[in-house]
């Protein structure tokens, strides 16, 4: 059960307090979601606006039952995307090179990404401030339940999902990917598939990151098994792993011409010409389809976001 409101931004302990004292529609067990939970509501119908008028946007939430602010262009800086819901889900490494983050979605532009929980500077300023949706009851919603094959393959009974234990060590673009998923014959299975958004971010282990400390531990079951590379420093990182959804990141026109990613290593961003994991492990963002794969790593957006157009794929089929 959500709350339908969220009224106004507050910081996480905030937040967190609000929920322990919060009593709606007769109940008294509020919380904070974690990450998992707050995505099972992101639509991929939305779409981008212009960039300043509300009404050229799609929201990526079911509006019919639940209000979606927009960022105050008018009374701040802040930017109309600058709406994000924070989850209770706090990122074990740190972004930016050293910030403590928070996992939220915004519902405005259809991403998770993890952000600062304090302002500027790094650790010592006050804590930032976001939208918070708060959630009750069935608190196993998102625990996983692997159990390995023993031929290539992992079943999550909590989901009732197969999936390929390994990825194949091949980047390619999305096209190529869905060709590979759908002519897979593994473990006597010839129904495999590229996972929608929801279902690859099921398998994020959220207690789990690379960091300085242990850069091998990335955001999944180390039951499976993923390829490493090398990021555009030629250090060792983990590659971005396809979906089979559609991200509408463009306006007038609207083109189809991104999917959706998950990252299960660092979500790494260019700025000030130094990489950083600017969105955590367990980030999720897009890439283009396809392109040249020359014109690939580059850099876009604010945080200068790591594109690589050629990522992976771990394919997954329905359990009968």
Known sequence: MWQQDMGDKMTWTEANARASTL?????????????????????????????SDPDTYTLFIDTDYFTQPFGDTANTEERI?????WSATE???????????????????????????????????????????FVRSNTDYGTN??????????????????????????????????????????????????PNAKELQSIVD?????????????AIDPLFSTTEIEDPDGKPQYPYFWTGTTHIDSYNPVVYDKAVYIAFGEAQGKMNDVLYDVHGAGAQR?????????????????QGDVRYMLNYVRCVRDIN
């Open 23 to 51: 009593n709606l529609a007769e109940y008294d067990d509020w919380r904070l979601p974690t990450i998992k939970e707050l995505y099972s509501l992101i639509l991929f119908t939305g779409a981008k606006g212009d960039g």
């Open 81 to 85: 995307i600058d709406a994000q819901t």
């Open 91 to 133: 990122y074990v490494g740190t972004t930016m090179g050293g910030d403590a983050t928070v996992f939220g979605v915004n519902f405005i532009d259809g991403r998770i990404k993890g952000y600062p929980k304090y302002d500027p500077p790094a650790n010592t300023a006050s804590e930032g401030t976001a939208y918070f949706r």
């Open 145 to 194: 339940n692997f159990v390995d094959n023993g031929n290539g393959t992992i079943s999550d009974q909590a989901t009732g999902l197969m999936w390929q234990q390994a990825d194949d060590g091949t980047a390619r673009d999305w096209e190529d990917a869905l060709a590979y998923a759908q002519g897979l014959d593994l473990a006597g299975h010839d129904d495999w598939r590229l």
């Open 206 to 218: 959220y207690t789990r990151s690379p960091d300085e400390t242990e850069p091998v531990m990335l």
């Open 286 to 302: 897009s890439d283009p389809k396809s392109g040249n794969s020359g014109d690939f790593p580059d850099y876009i957006g604010p």
